[in-house]
């Protein structure tokens, strides 16, 4: 029973001692192997790997994909013309030498982002010292871009090479600290205000010069109606009052009883009328005739 016992043992232990010797890199991974904290091997290829249990050998990981440095602060820049800005941009960057990268930057990629953060900030402090603020939004952002990528690169490959390389920098915003945006927001406002006040201002005078021609249009309108009417109406009366002379023409008496009719009808047009008139009088010579013939 010791005996398996000890049998058991030993086999743990080979097992612990074995698994503590593979070790597997990953694909997207550099493996860096260590002998009392000097590099002894970097792995590239991807695979199981042996080594020395610790304390002999340790290993540790780097990663060798593409990696993305986004700015970390928001301090602004001055342009050519002292105008303060704010930009962010990115760089796109990668681990290619890991005994270099651990000499001469430090052991993990958080170190090696500080370090670039640092030094394209200054890159591009410097380039866009030089160039204003139109060239900032415009083609030549790219020139800039370039400027930079290359000042990166000639301080990460310089003495002591990083061991890192620099595919692409990038600007993404460009723009005016917080109290110059206000500023430029206020001109911007004030000046669609104008415009605004200048197109209400064109358009009430247009409105105005419409509403007085159309206005006039009706007086003309109306005039020639109302000259229209009167030349009828005076036609209409000039032929009523010729056939009205030939009818009274032809019987006398026949027209001073139709104008005496007319003479009633305009006098007792009113119940509430109330006339006092003397019964003899020429008024009633019509209704008096009338009177005398039916006796």
Do not use: C, H
């Amino acid at each position: 029973m010791n005996r398996i016992g000890f049998i058991a043992t030993s086999v743990l232990v080979l097992l612990v001692l074995l698994s503590s010797t593979l070790f597997v890199v990953d694909q997207r991974q550099f493996g860096v192997v260590y002998a009392l904290g000097q590099i002894k091997q970097v792995i590239t290829e991807p695979g199981l790997n042996f080594k020395l249990p610790p304390p002999f050998q340790n290993v540790s990981y780097i990663d060798k994909r593409l990696l993305t440095l986004s700015s970390l602060d928001t301090e602004p820049m001055l342009t050519a013309e002292k105008q303060r800005v704010v930009i962010d941009w990115y760089v796109r960057w990668r681990i290619s030498d890991p005994q270099a990268y651990i000499r001469n930057v430090g052991l993990d990629e958080n170190a090696g982002a500080m370090q670039l953060n640092r030094v394209v900030r200054n890159a591009f402090q410097e380039n866009i010292n030089k160039r204003t603020v139109r060239d900032l939004i415009s083609v030549r952002r790219e020139a800039l871009m370039a400027d930079v990528q290359r000042e990166v690169l000639a301080v990460v490959k310089g003495a002591k090479p990083w061991g890192v390389d620099v595919v692409d920098v990038r600007i993404t915003r460009v723009d005016y600290v917080e109290a110059i945006t206000e500023s430029v927001y206020r001109r911007m406002e004030a000046e669609r205000k104008r415009v605004a006040n200048e197109l209400r201002s064109t358009g009430t005078a247009e409105g105005e010069k419409i509403r007085a021609d159309a206005d006039r249009q009706r007086e003309v309108i109306v005039a020639n109606a109302y000259r229209d009417a009167q030349k009828i109406k005076g036609e209409g009366d000039a032929q009523a009052a010729a056939t009205y002379s030939e009818a009274f023409g032809r019987d006398p008496q026949f027209a001073q009883f139709y104008r005496s009719l007319e003479a009633y009808k305009q006098s007792f047009n009113k119940k509430s009328d109330v006339m006092v008139l003397d019964p003899s009088s020429d008024f009633f010579r019509a209704m008096q005739s009338s009177g005398s013939a039916r006796k």
